[in-house]
């Protein structure tokens, strides 16, 4: 019988109350950021959080659907927006930061590395984050599109599921070269692989990144914290971790 | 709707069914009934892909095909090809991937024949390869029927794989199922929703065939 | 095992003894179909094996035939087609056509093996085996399987293929009146060593004493109490019958039970009959 009671006991501990965890929804390229921004955050307010990370895309999907996500951190406008049309969301989805493009590259140098140098021989594939669904995509093909390049180097483009698998498409030298975050190149994972240039960033619409808050009912235990970190997102000391891995 | 990737997968699926039926064949035979030391280990790399999740083989093959890497670098001096991103390296990737699909029923139907028939054809002075050809092979059919299928399936079924080596090209390596993955990403689900269904159906359709077909050699064979 | 054992040509050996004594393993290292630890295998004048000198020619040279207990026809091809495979590129395909005639297959010749009976069938593989002109044919219990009427039929066929293409013969059996009717020498084999090589009269008739008497053997079925006397049925050699037995005996009878009668042979009554 006391076996029984203890097994039953660790069964039950096993299965979680639903926890009081606030969660944040986080796209791919803000990752890194995040791991800062939450440290800071728990420090100063005492609240635990936890983050995950997925596309944009799968995210939206995933809050569509249920999923029980309080903050929602975008890597554009375009996927909270519908969300807050849907209905999702607590107020209107506002910009945090904006993106920063650049080019990459694992063996060409930084003298050399620039948009003409796709079209060389040197350059078999550009790994571009598909545009579809990836801003620093879309804003891969403006540039090229402002450039001219488009038609001659299409036959080049190879395109990443999101932005961490264009960097592994880049850093494994699969493909010479690609576009890219540069909140990716500066995280620490990524730091000194191979060398990248700042694109000229009139050639390219700004690439705004907006949270969400997501509804939460009033009497939900985790409607105040939700409500602390959104607030924190917008803050000085939150904007000075961003800008630290290059957004703006 | 784009019948694009749809082509392109089932043109996928056909050809990497069709290598694997010539590479499988003597390894199924190999394996069947050749006496050696190590079967298991030889077992166990081609069974490998049954358990290994895509992503594993995916990201190996990444590293393999790039030509930053010995491999991917011999390939690309010696040919001039490139693997990572073109189809031949989505036909090598799933070669690989399907492997054991297309070599463990016909191995089964090699071993579920008496071994009198390969015995009595050695007796009437043919050597292997004709049992094999002649006696062996013939007598197997469902088995190999359900290799082929299972493998076309499993072909047009791959995903984690091409998405990590396929780098998403129209009409190159943007198959059906990254298609879908794609339009959801999009948000885009009617889209999504037409692949999937062409998907189901042709998937259904090609299983249905394959059980009615197995069920009526097995109802011959039985039937005396 | 250990088996030393010569054979003159053109004769039929049978091999016997109880089963797991190693007759099939034997059979099918002549074949070479597999292969002993230590051993010699001549035949005329070329050496099939020797292990001494890692000798070993491979079953498709050794010309035998072979005939197996569960036919081994191949299930993808008619009869006709199942003689031919045994054909090489540039034999003549008659032999084909005289040997489906000769066995009366010619009807059969478009069937495929499942559609024959077991007595076809082992008609058509024993007519396979003959296909190459084996100088030697193999038989592993080859008639077990069928009849009597059946069995009769195939020894004499295998009689009257060995007279016509005068092969040698070595054959598996169980069967006493297959050994007597089929083969001039026998060998009998215990746990993988021959313990007696002879003619089948000097291996078997040698111990026979001339008997009066009979053992039978029965089963009782049903008891009853009849008069002073016990009417009890049994069933000896397939067959009901009555017994009359004294009344003391209740006590040991009941159904199931197993009993021997010893019956006298005065004035035998034989009737001889044939099975064709």
């Not at chain 1, 594939?125 to 390049?149: D, F, S, T």
């Not at chain 2, 008496?114 to 062996?136: C, Q």
């Not at chain 3, 007696?196 to 053997?217: C, H, M, R, W």
Request: aromatic letters at 10%; proline letters at 5%; one cysteine or more.
């Amino acid at each position: 019988m006391r076996w029984l009671s203890l097994l039953l006991f660790l069964f039950f501990a096993g299965c979680d109350k639903p926890s009081d965890k606030i969660i944040i929804a986080t796209a791919a390229n803000v990752q890194y950021v995040m791991k800062e921004i939450q440290q800071e955050f728990e420090k100063e307010s005492g609240k635990k959080i936890q983050i995950v990370v997925g596309s944009s895309g799968k995210l939206t999907t995933q809050i569509r659907e249920g999923a029980p996500f309080d903050v929602f951190v975008s890597a554009d406008v375009k996927y909270p927006q519908e969300i807050f049309e849907k209905g999702g969301g607590a107020e209107k989805p506002k910009v945090y930061a904006l993106g920063t493009l650049v080019l990459w590259s694992k063996d060409i140098a930084e003298n050399d590395l620039t948009t003409d140098v796709l079209t060389t021989e040197k350059v078999k594939k550009i790994a571009v984050p598909n545009p579809k669904v990836a801003p620093y995509g879309e804003a891969a093909i403006q540039v090229l599109a402002a450039k001219n390049l488009l038609k001659t180097i299409e036959k080049k483009l190879v395109y990443g599921e999101s932005i961490a698998q264009t960097a592994q498409y880049i850093t494994s030298g699969s493909a010479e070269a690609g576009f890219n975050a540069l909140s990716i190149v500066l995280s620490d994972e990524m730091k000194g692989k191979g060398h990248y240039v700042i694109i000229d960033s009139t050639l390219y619409k700004p690439i705004q990144q907006a949270a969400i808050l997501l509804k939460h009912s009033d009497d939900s235990p985790k409607k105040a914290g939700s409500e602390a970190f959104y607030q924190f997102l917008y803050s000085q000391k939150a904007k000075a971790i961003f800008r630290k891995y290059g957004y703006k | 709707m784009d019948f694009q990737p749809l082509l392109l997968t089932f043109k996928l699926a056909t050809i990497t069914s069709l290598i694997l039926l010539v590479v499988s064949l003597p390894i199924a035979y190999w394996l069947a009934f050749a006496k050696f030391k190590g079967r298991g280990v030889v077992e166990a790399i081609i069974g490998m892909p049954l358990v290994l999740p895509p992503s594993v083989i995916g990201f190996y093959l990444l590293l393999a095909f790039s030509p930053s890497y010995w491999f991917g670098n011999f390939i690309e001096s010696i040919f001039g090809l490139r693997l990572v991103f073109s189809f031949s390296g989505l036909v090598i990737a799933s070669v690989l991937y399907s492997l054991p699909f297309m070599v463990y029923p016909i191995r089964a139907g090699l071993q579920s024949l008496p071994a009198s028939l390969r015995e009595a054809s050695y007796t009437l002075g043919k050597n292997e390869w004709d049992t094999f050809f002649k006696v062996l092979l013939p007598n197997c059919k469902p088995a190999l029927l359900t290799a082929f299928v299972l493998t076309f399936a499993h072909t047009v079924g791959e995903f984690g794989v091409v998405l990590m080596i396929g780098g998403n090209i129209p009409g190159v390596t943007k198959v059906a199922s990254v298609a879908i993955y794609n339009e959801v990403e999009a948000l885009n689900y009617p889209a999504a929703n037409q692949y999937a269904m062409v998907l189901f159906a042709v998937t259904f359709l090609i299983l249905l065939v394959v059980y009615s077909v197995n069920n009526s050699l097995l109802r011959v064979r039985q039937s005396s | 095992m250990e088996v030393s054992l010569g054979l003159g040509a053109g004769s039929i050996l049978a091999l016997t003894g109880p089963s797991g004594a190693g007759k099939t393993t034997l059979l099918r290292q002549i074949a070479g179909l597999a292969k002993p630890e230590f051993g010699r295998i001549t035949f005329k004048n070329s050496i099939w094996l020797d292990t001494e000198k890692t000798l070993n020619l491979p079953t498709q040279q050794r010309n035998i035939g072979f005939v197996f207990q569960d036919y081994a026809l191949f299930p993808n091809m008619s009869v006709r087609e199942n003689l031919a495979f045994a054909l090489s590129k540039n034999d003549n395909t008659e032999i084909v056509d005289e040997l489906l005639a000769e066995t009366e297959l010619t009807q059969l010749a478009s069937r495929r093996p499942f559609q024959l009976s077991g007595g076809q069938q082992q008609r058509v593989a024993l007519t396979r085996a003959l296909v190459r002109k084996p100088d030697l044919l193999l038989l592993d219990e080859p008639f077990t399987a069928l009849d009597y009427q059946m069995r009769y039929q195939l020894q004499n066929l295998l009689l009257r293929f060995q007279q016509h293409y005068h092969f040698t013969a070595i054959l598996v059996t169980h069967d006493m009146g297959e050994i007597f009717r089929l083969a001039q020498k026998v060998a009998v084999m215990e746990n993988g060593k021959l313990v007696n090589v002879g003619s089948p009269a000097e291996v078997f008739l040698g111990k026979a004493t001339p008997e009066s008497q009979f053992d039978i053997y029965g089963e009782v079925l049903s008891v009853e109490k009849q008069n002073d006397g016990l009417l009890v049925h049994v069933l000896i050699n397939h067959k009901i019958s009555i017994l009359n037995l004294p009344l003391e005996m209740l006590d040991q009878l009941s159904p199931g039970k197993k009993f021997l009668l010893q019956h006298n042979l005065g004035a035998p009554d034989i009737r001889l009959f044939d099975a064709d």
